[in-house]
């Protein structure tokens, strides 16, 4: 007669505790690996959201009361010549009310900004989940590839702050845009008026916080994901090159 013998379940004694909230944002900017590593044991998202909007709140209060939406808006139209061409076309009074509409849809977006970073970085989270699990392999899931993208947008939070020390120091008020605050870019110290469009927007991408933001996307997907940060960080690259040809060439053919 043989018997059987059943080795009850033992439990790993080698595993690490998980990291508390504070200990996973620091490491985003000084030991980004294991910030995404504990993203493995739990994908929870919402307080880098959280702190995202707070200190984008902050940046949108401090351009309302240093800058003024009217000339916030002039800004953003000087990115597109066509549209400041048929402004000034118009007349008197019909250039004021198509300002006064141009100004509440400015401001609106902008206090709607937490919609708005959701509504991006789901269909960045779901494009970047697609990529890397069927073009490298890995088993990412949607809650696993939203965490990273969140967590490594915490570095947006660098260029809010930098925003708002700027405007209340009282530069750059004349010539603010939103959709480049502050002079970490070539672009920044480039007059819109005065060169192309679409080199303006070229230059703009070459950005440090924005070329932050693709390394650490690209070490959060490849450490969830069990690759080599190298191959992470070659994919962000790939996608950091099509973004640039796609912007770039929409700004040529469009203005």
């Known amino acids: 007669m043989s018997t059987a013998s059943f080795s009850p379940a033992v439990p790993e004694m080698n595993q690490q505790p998980g990291l508390s909230e504070p200990e996973r944002i620091m490491n985003v900017f000084v030991a980004p690996s294991k910030t995404f590593a504990d993203i493995r044991r739990s994908s929870r998202w919402w307080v880098p959201f959280l702190l995202s909007c707070i200190f984008g709140y902050a940046l949108i209060f401090t351009v309302g009361q240093k800058v003024g939406w009217e000339q916030v808006t002039e800004n953003q139209m000087k990115l597109n010549p066509k549209a400041v061409e048929r402004m000034d076309q118009l007349s008197p009074e019909e250039r004021a009310r198509r300002m006064s509409f141009a100004v509440a849809i ?58 708002v020390i700027t405007l209340f120091a009282g530069s750059n008020v004349e010539a603010f845009n939103f959709s480049n605050p502050v002079g970490t870019n070539p ?69």
């Open 187 to 255: 672009a920044y110290y480039m007059s819109i008026t005065d060169v192309p469009g679409w080199l303006y927007r070229m230059c703009s991408w070459f950005d440090l916080i924005t070329i932050w933001l693709f390394v650490l996307m690209g070490i959060g997907f490849a450490v969830v994901g069990r690759k080599k940060i190298s191959t992470g960080i070659a994919v962000m690259a790939g996608w950091f090159i099509v973004m640039v040809l796609v912007t770039t060439g929409w700004v040529a053919v469009t203005s």
């Open 106 to 163: 400015t401001k609106g977006i902008s206090y709607a900004i937490p919609v708005v970073v959701l509504l991006v970085d789901l269909v960045i989270a779901a494009v970047l989940m697609a990529t890397f699990n069927f073009g490298v392999g890995t088993q990412i899931t949607f809650g696993q590839s939203f965490a990273i993208v969140m967590y490594a947008w915490l570095v947006g939070i660098v260029r809010s702050l930098l925003a």
